[in-house]
């Protein structure tokens, strides 16, 4: 089974930007769609982002649109998205994961231990 490392969660201030990665184990890192899905206090888990295993389609739910992208290097096993213009409803624990196919379908194969965001006001 695929094992998912997350890192570069931390605080930032309200407006500010961070980028967070996912180191994936395995030799076809690019034969999966990967994703980010997000768990807030007292909320339930919801999708954040997803990229197709080539890179080339990404899906965002719409609470990010215009601020969080998402992108792949295939090469180095790493996803990362990207987060502007963060806000505190932002904060919550992030987690990797990755898909059952190379285009996003929702299905998942495998979670990360999940990285910290906070995001202060």
């Known amino acids: 089974q695929v094992q998912l490392v997350e890192s570069g969660g931390g605080l930032v201030q309200t407006g500010g930007s961070l980028r967070v990665s996912c180191v994936a184990s395995g030799r076809t890192f690019s034969a999966y769609s990967m994703a980010w899905f997000r768990r807030a206090p007292g909320k339930e888990r919801e999708f954040v982002a997803a990229?197709?295993?080539?890179?080339?389609?990404?899906y965002l739910a719409d609470s990010v649109k215009g601020r969080f992208t998402i992108s792949r290097d295939n090469a180095k096993n790493t996803v990362f998205p990207q987060m502007n213009i963060l806000k505190p409803d932002d904060t919550a624990v992030y987690y990797c994961?990755?898909?059952?196919?190379?285009?996003?379908?929702?299905?998942?194969?495998?979670w990360g231990q999940g990285t910290q965001v906070t995001v202060s006001s």
């Open positions: 994961v990755s898909g059952v196919g190379p285009t996003w379908s929702g299905s998942i194969r495998s």
């Open positions: 990229v197709s295993g080539s890179g080339a389609r990404t």
